[in-house]
Protein backbone atom coordinates (compact mmCIF):
# COMPACT_ATOMS: atom_id res chain seq x y z
CA UNK A 1 0.00 0.00 0.00
CA UNK A 2 1.55 3.32 -1.04
CA UNK A 3 0.55 6.30 1.72
CA UNK A 4 0.59 9.91 1.30
CA UNK A 5 3.51 12.35 1.95
CA UNK A 6 2.64 13.88 5.17
CA UNK A 7 1.28 17.71 4.97
CA UNK A 8 2.98 19.62 7.39
CA UNK A 9 1.95 23.55 7.90
CA UNK A 10 4.92 25.62 9.25
CA UNK A 11 3.34 28.57 11.02
CA UNK A 12 5.08 31.48 11.16
CA UNK A 13 6.48 34.89 10.10
CA UNK A 14 9.22 33.94 7.67
CA UNK A 15 11.96 36.03 7.73
CA UNK A 16 16.09 35.64 6.40
CA UNK A 17 16.60 37.08 9.76
CA UNK A 18 15.29 34.77 11.74
CA UNK A 19 18.73 32.20 11.94
CA UNK A 20 15.79 28.78 12.72
CA UNK A 21 13.14 29.47 9.68
CA UNK A 22 16.61 29.71 7.21
CA UNK A 23 17.37 26.19 8.52
CA UNK A 24 14.14 24.48 7.73
CA UNK A 25 15.23 23.29 4.01
CA UNK A 26 18.38 21.78 4.91
CA UNK A 27 16.54 19.94 7.87
CA UNK A 28 13.55 18.67 5.58
CA UNK A 29 16.21 17.52 2.81
CA UNK A 30 18.07 16.22 5.82
CA UNK A 31 14.55 14.06 7.42
CA UNK A 32 13.92 13.24 3.97
CA UNK A 33 17.95 11.55 2.79
CA UNK A 34 18.92 10.38 6.54
CA UNK A 35 15.98 9.61 8.18
CA UNK A 36 13.42 8.73 5.15
CA UNK A 37 11.15 11.00 6.30
CA UNK A 38 9.46 13.09 2.94
CA UNK A 39 7.36 15.72 4.53
CA UNK A 40 5.37 18.09 2.29
CA UNK A 41 6.18 21.31 4.24
CA UNK A 42 3.80 24.87 3.79
CA UNK A 43 4.42 28.21 5.37
CA UNK A 44 1.52 29.45 6.70
CA UNK A 45 1.82 33.55 7.99
CA UNK A 46 0.03 33.74 11.27
CA UNK A 47 -2.19 35.98 9.48
CA UNK A 48 -3.46 33.42 7.73
CA UNK A 49 -3.51 30.57 10.50
CA UNK A 50 -6.81 31.75 12.12
CA UNK A 51 -8.63 31.40 9.19
CA UNK A 52 -11.51 29.17 8.78
CA UNK A 53 -10.21 26.44 7.26
CA UNK A 54 -6.40 27.49 7.38
CA UNK A 55 -4.89 24.07 9.03
CA UNK A 56 -7.04 21.87 7.38
CA UNK A 57 -5.67 18.50 5.95
CA UNK A 58 -2.23 18.92 7.75
CA UNK A 59 -0.68 16.16 9.71
CA UNK A 60 1.75 17.85 11.25
CA UNK A 61 1.47 22.06 12.89
CA UNK A 62 5.20 23.13 13.94
CA UNK A 63 4.63 26.50 15.70
CA UNK A 64 8.21 27.99 14.75
CA UNK A 65 10.17 30.92 16.48
CA UNK A 66 9.73 34.76 15.33
CA UNK A 67 7.81 36.66 18.29
CA UNK A 68 6.17 38.74 18.02
CA UNK A 69 3.85 37.31 15.46
CA UNK A 70 2.03 39.44 13.18
CA UNK A 71 -0.86 37.92 14.75
CA UNK A 72 -0.91 36.60 18.22
CA UNK A 73 -4.15 35.35 17.60
CA UNK A 74 -3.20 33.29 14.65
CA UNK A 75 -0.61 31.69 16.24
CA UNK A 76 -2.70 30.81 19.12
CA UNK A 77 -5.68 29.28 17.03
CA UNK A 78 -3.05 27.46 14.80
CA UNK A 79 -2.17 25.50 19.08
CA UNK A 80 -6.15 25.58 19.50
CA UNK A 81 -6.67 23.51 16.05
CA UNK A 82 -4.00 21.05 16.54
CA UNK A 83 -5.10 20.04 20.91
CA UNK A 84 -8.23 20.15 19.97
CA UNK A 85 -8.18 18.36 16.29
CA UNK A 86 -5.08 15.82 17.81
CA UNK A 87 -3.48 16.65 14.78
CA UNK A 88 0.37 16.29 16.07
CA UNK A 89 2.15 19.59 17.30
CA UNK A 90 5.55 21.17 18.16
CA UNK A 91 6.32 24.17 19.39
CA UNK A 92 9.38 26.06 19.56
CA UNK A 93 10.58 28.87 21.25
CA UNK A 94 7.83 31.38 20.76
CA UNK A 95 5.73 28.72 20.01
CA UNK A 96 6.30 26.99 23.51
CA UNK A 97 4.79 30.65 24.77
CA UNK A 98 1.91 30.62 22.46
CA UNK A 99 1.40 26.71 23.22
CA UNK A 100 1.14 28.00 27.01
CA UNK A 101 -1.20 31.32 26.05
CA UNK A 102 -3.55 28.90 24.33
CA UNK A 103 -4.14 26.27 27.40
CA UNK A 104 -4.44 29.06 29.95
CA UNK A 105 -6.94 30.88 27.91
CA UNK A 106 -8.82 28.25 26.24
CA UNK A 107 -8.05 25.42 29.23
CA UNK A 108 -7.40 27.33 32.37
CA UNK A 109 -9.96 29.92 31.62
CA UNK A 110 -7.56 32.48 32.18
CA UNK A 111 -9.22 35.01 29.44
CA UNK A 112 -6.96 37.50 29.84
CA UNK A 113 -3.56 35.49 29.73
CA UNK A 114 -1.50 37.54 27.96
CA UNK A 115 2.71 37.48 26.54
CA UNK A 116 4.83 40.19 28.27
CA UNK A 117 6.63 40.90 25.10
CA UNK A 118 3.39 42.31 23.10
CA UNK A 119 0.99 43.37 26.23
CA UNK A 120 3.56 44.19 29.23
CA UNK A 121 0.66 46.49 30.57
CA UNK A 122 -1.73 43.09 30.84
CA UNK A 123 -2.89 41.84 34.75
CA UNK A 124 -2.61 38.11 34.04
CA UNK A 125 1.02 37.97 32.53
CA UNK A 126 1.66 34.45 31.93
CA UNK A 127 4.65 35.08 29.63
CA UNK A 128 7.24 37.40 31.41
CA UNK A 129 11.08 37.72 30.61
CA UNK A 130 13.41 35.51 31.93
CA UNK A 131 15.49 36.16 35.05
CA UNK A 132 18.53 35.53 32.40
CA UNK A 133 18.21 35.99 28.55
CA UNK A 134 18.50 33.46 26.75
CA UNK A 135 19.63 34.88 23.61
CA UNK A 136 22.60 33.35 21.64
CA UNK A 137 22.93 30.93 24.93
CA UNK A 138 23.43 26.92 25.02
CA UNK A 139 22.51 25.00 28.52
CA UNK A 140 21.51 21.58 29.85
CA UNK A 141 17.85 20.25 30.35
CA UNK A 142 16.53 17.86 32.81
CA UNK A 143 13.91 15.63 30.92
CA UNK A 144 11.29 14.15 33.33
CA UNK A 145 11.59 10.11 33.61
CA UNK A 146 8.90 8.34 31.54
CA UNK A 147 7.66 11.55 29.38
CA UNK A 148 7.15 11.92 26.23
CA UNK A 149 10.57 14.25 26.41
CA UNK A 150 12.52 11.14 27.47
CA UNK A 151 10.79 9.00 24.93
CA UNK A 152 12.08 11.33 21.62
CA UNK A 153 15.34 12.50 23.18
CA UNK A 154 16.32 8.66 24.52
CA UNK A 155 18.03 10.50 27.74
CA UNK A 156 17.28 12.11 31.12
CA UNK A 157 19.87 14.73 30.71
CA UNK A 158 20.73 17.04 26.98
CA UNK A 159 22.11 19.75 26.02
CA UNK A 160 20.57 22.54 23.54
CA UNK A 161 20.77 26.20 22.44
CA UNK A 162 18.31 29.04 22.60
CA UNK A 163 17.66 32.17 20.84
CA UNK A 164 14.82 33.60 23.73
CA UNK A 165 14.41 36.15 26.68
CA UNK A 166 10.88 35.21 27.66
CA UNK A 167 9.33 32.08 29.57
CA UNK A 168 6.33 30.88 31.55
CA UNK A 169 5.64 32.66 35.05
CA UNK A 170 6.14 30.51 37.63
CA UNK A 171 2.95 31.79 39.31
CA UNK A 172 0.34 30.14 36.80
CA UNK A 173 2.56 26.77 37.15
CA UNK A 174 0.17 25.25 39.62
CA UNK A 175 -3.02 25.89 37.51
CA UNK A 176 -1.36 24.89 34.14
CA UNK A 177 -0.96 21.89 35.26
CA UNK A 178 -4.41 21.02 37.43
CA UNK A 179 -5.58 21.50 34.55
CA UNK A 180 -3.58 19.21 32.89
CA UNK A 181 -0.44 20.39 31.37
CA UNK A 182 2.75 18.38 32.01
CA UNK A 183 6.22 20.15 32.22
CA UNK A 184 8.63 17.27 31.61
CA UNK A 185 11.63 19.67 31.15
CA UNK A 186 14.01 21.99 33.60
CA UNK A 187 16.78 23.75 33.28
CA UNK A 188 19.44 23.12 36.26
CA UNK A 189 17.86 26.10 37.90
CA UNK A 190 14.46 24.37 37.80
CA UNK A 191 13.59 26.98 35.08
CA UNK A 192 10.69 25.14 33.19
CA UNK A 193 11.86 24.46 29.43
CA UNK A 194 9.90 21.71 27.89
CA UNK A 195 6.07 20.96 28.03
CA UNK A 196 3.88 18.31 26.83
CA UNK A 197 0.27 17.25 27.25
CA UNK A 198 -0.82 13.88 28.15
CA UNK A 199 -3.79 11.79 26.40
CA UNK A 200 -2.80 13.82 22.63
CA UNK A 201 -1.18 11.77 19.98
CA UNK A 202 1.79 14.40 20.01
CA UNK A 203 1.95 17.46 21.48
CA UNK A 204 5.33 18.65 22.57
CA UNK A 205 6.79 22.59 23.38
CA UNK A 206 10.36 23.46 23.98
CA UNK A 207 11.89 27.17 24.81
CA UNK A 208 15.00 25.55 23.37
CA UNK A 209 15.45 25.76 19.39
CA UNK A 210 15.95 22.31 18.01
CA UNK A 211 16.47 23.58 14.66
CA UNK A 212 19.35 25.16 15.78
CA UNK A 213 21.27 22.29 17.30
CA UNK A 214 24.55 20.79 15.35
CA UNK A 215 25.22 22.54 11.43
CA UNK A 216 21.93 21.72 10.07
CA UNK A 217 22.41 18.77 8.09
CA UNK A 218 21.12 16.05 10.84
CA UNK A 219 17.79 16.67 12.42
CA UNK A 220 17.55 17.04 16.29
CA UNK A 221 15.36 13.75 17.47
CA UNK A 222 12.80 16.80 18.40
CA UNK A 223 12.27 17.11 14.54
CA UNK A 224 12.30 13.54 13.73
CA UNK A 225 9.55 12.72 16.42
CA UNK A 226 7.81 15.11 14.60
CA UNK A 227 8.16 13.99 11.28
CA UNK A 228 7.79 10.56 12.46
CA UNK A 229 3.95 11.85 14.15
CA UNK A 230 3.34 13.01 11.08
CA UNK A 231 3.75 10.08 8.59
CA UNK A 232 1.64 8.10 11.44
CA UNK A 233 -1.37 10.63 11.49
CA UNK A 234 -0.78 10.72 7.73
CA UNK A 235 -1.12 6.66 7.27
CA UNK A 236 -4.50 7.14 9.64
CA UNK A 237 -6.62 9.51 8.02
CA UNK A 238 -5.44 7.97 4.42
CA UNK A 239 -6.38 4.00 5.95
CA UNK A 240 -9.90 6.33 7.62
CA UNK A 241 -10.63 7.39 3.63
CA UNK A 242 -9.95 4.23 2.20
CA UNK A 243 -12.51 2.02 4.79
CA UNK A 244 -15.25 5.15 4.13
CA UNK A 245 -14.32 4.65 0.08
CA UNK A 246 -15.11 0.81 0.60
Known amino acids: MTYPTPRVALV????????SHARIPGLLDALATRDQLVLDAYWIPTE????????????????????????????????????ERGIPFLGTCAGFQHAVLEYARDVCGIGGAAHGESHPAEDDLVIVPLSCSLVGHEGAVEIAPGSLAERVLGTTRTLE????????????????????????GVDDEGDLRVLE??????????????ELAGDGTLAHPVLRALATAAVEHANARDTTTEGARA
Open 12 to 19: GDRSPAVR
Open 197 to 210: LPGHPFFLATLFQP
Open 48 to 83: DAGAPGALDGFDAIWLLPGSPYRSEAGAVAAVRTAR
Open 161 to 184: RYHCAYGLNAAYLDRLREHGLRFS
